[in-house]
């Protein structure tokens, strides 16, 4: 039982790891360099296509003349077997007549393999003009990329200095504002003591031309009470004379 309860533990401890099937992250490199070649596939240009089909055909025709050349080289064997065993008019005209279909295709074989060498060269040159047409479109597209990317920036820096720059314009405004403020308040405060000082002048001018003729009406009584004074000194004189007259007679 001690043996059977081991073995059922044994089973399910790999059923206990039921996390195994997250290890699919594989599957996800696989479908991106799926899309990465569709990419190149996409990417490729017309005349580079052109003329990678074009090596395909010429490499196909090589190879089926090689094929061929073969085939004409076995039978050339042959046919030199055949002369060396039995050597006939026929024979012969094997030998020679293998002899010059394997001629012709070694100069099938030697046209096609330079037929393949321009091929290869065209495609080379047009593989290196479009490598060099897509350099020029990505550097035309970073070019923009980063020209928009630089105008953007020089927005947000003006919008910083200009803001920086509205501060600095605030405070110097506002402290010369203040400035005019003070000196205009300095200004009319003295104007206003100015005007104070002409009303208190004129207030003091107008009490004093009222005061004026009270002092003069006042001026002028006092004489006459002075000039009575000399007519009651004659008026004694006068009676004191009779006074005088009657002491002489006496």
């Known amino acids: 039982m001690a043996t059977a309860k081991k073995k059922t533990t044994a089973k399910k401890a790999p059923a206990s790891r039921k996390k195994a099937p997250a290890k699919k992250r594989p599957a996800a490199k696989k479908t991106a360099a799926k899309r990465k070649a569709v990419a190149k596939k996409q990417a490729v240009s017309p005349a580079v296509a052109k003329a990678t089909e074009a090596l395909a055909k010429v490499q196909k025709a090589l190879d089926a003349e090689k094929k061929s050349l073969a085939g004409a080289r076995k039978k050339l064997e042959a046919a030199r077997k055949q002369a060396a065993k039995k050597a006939t008019a026929a024979n012969k005209r094997a030998v020679k007549s293998a ?4 001629a012709k295709n070694s100069a099938r074989i030697k046209a096609m393999r330079e037929k393949m060498a321009d091929a290869k060269n065209r495609l080379a040159d047009t593989a290196e003009a479009a490598r060099l047409k897509a350099l020029k479109v990505a550097a035309d597209e970073k070019l923009k990329v980063r020209k928009a990317e630089l ?3 020089a927005e947000a820096d003006k919008a910083i200095a200009m803001a920086k720059a509205a501060e600095s314009w605030v405070k ?3 402290k010369a504002d203040a400035k005019k403020l003070t000196d205009l308040e300095k200004k009319l405060a003295k104007q206003l003591s100015l005007a104070e000082k002409k009303s208190a002048a004129k207030a003091k001018a107008a009490a004093k031309k009222k005061s004026a003729p009270k002092k003069k009406a006042a ?3 006092k004489p006459a009470v002075k000039k009575a004074a000399p007519k009651k000194k004659a008026v004694a004189k006068k009676k004191a004379a009779p006074k005088k007259k009657a002491a002489k007679k006496k």
Do not use: D
């Not at 002899?99 to 394997?102: D, G, K, L, M, V």
């Open 99 to 102: 002899q010059n279909a394997s």
């Open 151 to 153: 105008a953007a920036k």
């Open 172 to 174: 110097a405004r506002a």
């Open 219 to 221: 001026a002028k009584k």
